[in-house]
């Protein structure tokens, strides 16, 4: 597998913010979709973000838009979820992935190991 890295999760209360950070190789990040996918206990994993190869173009799932926001730091070949107003239902095992542009998980080929985040109300 393309080297996936995550890391930032942890506790947070409700309202609170969190950023996730994704470290790719060079040639993850270059060549392929960068996104955040995310997977609450007992549920299967749902898209939450994306970012084009070139980084021209985000996505940004209906259930966290206004509240997650893609980056990238192209010197650093990292990807970032901001996560800001979180809320209970946010939390989840997140995944960042390495793939084709699209918001199904089975399209993406790399998979970092999760990082866990829990929303405490």
């Known amino acids: 597998q393309v080297p996936l890295v995550e890391s930032g999760g942890g506790l947070v209360q409700a309202g609170g913010s969190l950023r996730l950070s994704c470290a790719a190789s060079g040639r993850t990040f270059s060549t392929f979709t960068k996104a955040w996918f995310r997977q609450p206990p007992g549920k299967e994993r749902e898209f939450v973000a994306r970012v084009s190869p070139n980084g021209e173009t985000v996505r940004v799932a209906d259930s966290v838009k206004g509240r997650f926001t893609v980056s990238r730091d192209n010197a650093k070949k990292t990807i970032y979820l901001q996560m800001n107003s979180l809320k209970p239902d946010d939390t989840a095992v997140y995944y960042c992935?390495?793939?084709?542009?699209?918001?199904?998980?089975?399209?993406?080929?790399?998979w970092g190991q999760g990082t866990q985040v829990t929303v405490s109300s």
């Open positions: 992935a390495a793939g084709s542009w699209s918001s199904v998980a089975k399209e993406y080929n790399y």
